[in-house]
T-cell receptor
Framework: AQSVTQLGSHVSVSEGALVLLRCNYS??????LFWYVQYPNQGLQLLLK??????LVKGINGFEAEFKKSETSFHLTKPSAHMSDAAEYFC????????????FGTGTRLKVLA | KAGVTQTPRYLIKTRGQQVTLSCSPI?????VSWYQQTPGQGLQFLFE???????NKGNFPGRFSGRQFSNSRSEMNVSTLELGDSALYLC?????????????FGPGTRLTVL
């Protein structure tokens, strides 16, 4: 069965510092991969997704993620954190075939320090 | 293009009551999924509807049910409410061109059970 692991339920970075949020998946076949962001009292907004092609995916708000099959990872990065990046981030997977079902990670709450 | 809308945004009920939540998907989207989000359990998949039929179901008791109408709008019903049903209920729609298709989330309905 597929699963998603997000290391670190809380991550703090200084404004201007690198943001790195980790996501590892467990699947016999690499799934489709997504990163979502959730601001307080709001729904989830898609940041980026990987389906096929280039393994480095660029998303909105300066975020990007790299699919590494050998490491079963899809870590999210941003070179320079901004105060407005403070939110909760969710990694999700969807199988490339079979029954459609998103599996979400437990989320990482990002805090940006002034 | 209007996004996914959910009504009501906030709801307060007492134990034993029942509740109906509504979701209007993005125009042209045929699939609607429902999720429950709580601090302890994270994002959990409830069910997915496509063309008025439940296509996938998560591991929730039968008190949780849903339906989809011919215009793709969906409702979710919870009967005999329990304190543990307090959560943010999120609806997501997608066009349904395959498992790589992006889900777009609504702002959620915050249900509080007293």
């Amino acid at each position: 069965a597929q699963s998603v692991t997000q290391l670190g339920s809380h991550v703090s970075v200084s404004e201007g510092a690198l943001v790195l949020l980790r996501c590892n998946y467990s699947s016999s076949v690499p799934p489709y991969l997504f990163w979502y962001v959730q601001y307080p009292n709001q729904g989830l907004q898609l940041l980026l997704k990987y389906t096929t092609g280039a393994t480095l995916v660029k998303g909105i708000n300066g975020f990007e993620a790299e699919f590494k099959k050998s490491e079963t990872s899809f870590h999210l990065t941003k070179p320079s954190a901004h105060m407005s990046d403070a939110a909760e981030y969710f990694c999700a997977v969807s199988p490339i075939s079979g029954t459609y079902k998103y599996i979400f990670g437990t989320g990482t709450r990002l805090k940006v320090l002034a | 293009k209007a996004g996914v809308t959910q009504t009501p945004r906030y709801l307060i009920k007492t134990r034993g009551q029942q509740v109906t939540l509504s979701c209007s998907p993005i125009s042209g989207h045929r699939s609607v999924s429902w999720y429950q989000q709580t601090p302890g359990q994270g994002l959990q998949f409830l069910f997915e509807y496509f063309s008025e039929t439940q296509r996938n179901k998560g591991n929730f008791p039968g008190r949780f049910s849903g339906r989809q109408f011919s215009n793709s709008r969906s409702e979710m019903n919870v009967s005999t409410l329990e304190l543990g049903d307090s959560a943010l209920y999120l609806c997501a729609s997608r066009r349904d061109r395959g498992t790589s298709d992006t889900q777009y989330f609504g702002p959620g309905t915050r249900l509080t059970v007293l």
